[in-house]
């Protein structure tokens, strides 16, 4: 039983994972990244799950660390602390790796390692008076584990600016950036609904495939080795069960089979 997540999976195949401590604005610990880690296992291995959206109780989306968690690392030595930033590591990289199609919804604030789950999603829907703070180095530490995904999405430029002065940004600044995909003045859970119909109406096969795809290419130079590899790929899914049935759908005029499901 998870104290610290809460994780649903409603019958239009759309994972609902939610950080559900609002008392303390969704700061985690070393207890909710593992059951966050738990959490998106069960998501990977369940066939039935064609998108995830991550999302949170309250007003704010994550404070980032919770306090007393920073108090026990300080006191902790150094291969404790390498220990316990593994497993954020582990759940920053199974969020970014995940199967399905993920989908965050920022309300209020993002701050710290927030902004790294934020970083790690497909879409990231914000509200306009959300804001994103990579705070780290007002207190003398920097956003190391989640500092690949950020500056992965944001660029080195706008990196700099904010990792080195900790200023807080608004979700427009944040969109500006890469960091946000979409801001909406509707509520999240209503605005997320276009993009869920969108992606649960493709194959899930293909959907898993292009996210694939996507982190396999993604600044890699377009040499003979990346155009073979796109090349087997696209002759792979042309032939498995759901390329051919796609493709006889579409020829015949008619939904595909998994839209029946």
Known sequence: MMEKVKLSIDDQHVAWLTLNKPEVHNAFDDVMIAELLTALQQINDDPDVH???????GKNFSAGADLNWMRSMAASN?????????????????????????????????FGGAVGLAACCDIVL???????????VKIGLIPAVISPYVVRNMGSRAARRYLLT???????????????????EKPLDEAVQTFLKAITGNGPAACAAAKRLILDVADRPIDDDIIEQTVQRIADIRVSA?????????LE?????????
């Open 51 to 57: 998108v995830m959206v991550l999302r949170s109780e």
């Open 78 to 110: 150094r291969q404790q602390n390498v220990e316990d930033a593994g497993e954020l590591g582990q759940l920053m990289a199974r969020l970014d790796n995940l199967r399905v199609p993920t989908i965050a919804l920022v309300q209020g604030a993002a």
């Open 126 to 136: 914000a509200n306009p008076d959300s804001s994103f703070c990579l705070s780290e």
């Open 166 to 184: 900790a200023e807080r940004f608004s979700a427009e600044q944040a969109c500006l950036h890469g960091l946000v995909t979409e801001v909406t």
């Open 242 to 250: 759901e390329g051919q049935e796609g493709l006889s759908a579409f």
């Open 253 to 261: 005029k008619r939904k595909p089979a998994w839209l029946n499901h």
